[in-house]
């Protein structure tokens, strides 16, 4: 009966331990597990210098004193991994939620209010992404990370954005014709074969192909001249 009561607290003690490590956040847990490995390694220093095993006790000494300084036994780290978000920076203005993934760079972004309230800025296309602009023109900090996730994820938007912004601002009237444009995109003169379409499409893509480091949305801007002309 005695072994019964005793199994049982140390199956309530093992689940109270559970709970509470569920409830606590890695970096924390890890933290914690510094702090225990450190100090154990540090008493263990003090126990073989007082037994005269000297050897022992420099080498554990040095184990505590890069565990407990910083926070390192080898190539393990006791400061947690991002899979609790340490390695993600997160910023907030009045109309945009951002994060930062410093291991891979990506950029990501959020509307929080205004005429695209809740839309992710992934899923705006030029004209939505124009608007959007305007809308946040007064606000600086805003502006500011826009114009940061901009850089991100459409490499090139400052240069196009500028070299169409004088026709729009002339009216409709002075609008580009399509095709015009998709000819000035590639470099070509009107009334060009498709053979030609297709050559000024590929090399303008060495130089500005996303995949050797190029602009991203200019690349798309030649896709799209060369495809409505081959459909013309």
Known sequence: MTYFFIGGALLLAALVVYQYLRNVGRRQLMR???????????LLAVFM???????????????????????????FSFEGTAEDGGN???VTSYRFAMELDHDTGAVTGRVLNGQFAGADLLDL????????????????????LLESWLDANRSGWREYFAGTASAEASGPEAAIDPLAEAYEVLGLEPG???????????ELMKALHPDHGGSSYL?????EARDRLLRH
């Open 32 to 42: 914690g597990l510094r702090w225990v490995v450190g100090g154990g390694a540090a």
């Open 125 to 144: 296309g030029e004209m939505e992404t124009r608007t959007l602009l305007a809308e946040v023109e007064g606000d600086p900090d805003s502006l500011s």
């Open 192 to 202: 060009a074969s498709d053979e030609a379409i297709r050559a000024a499409h590929r």
């Open 49 to 75: 210098l007082l037994a005269r095993r000297i050897d022992i006790a420099i080498f554990v000494g040095a184990v505590a004193f890069s565990v407990l300084s910083a926070g390192r036994l080898g190539s």
């Open 88 to 90: 993600v920076s997160k």
């Open 219 to 223: 690349a798309s801007k030649i896709n």
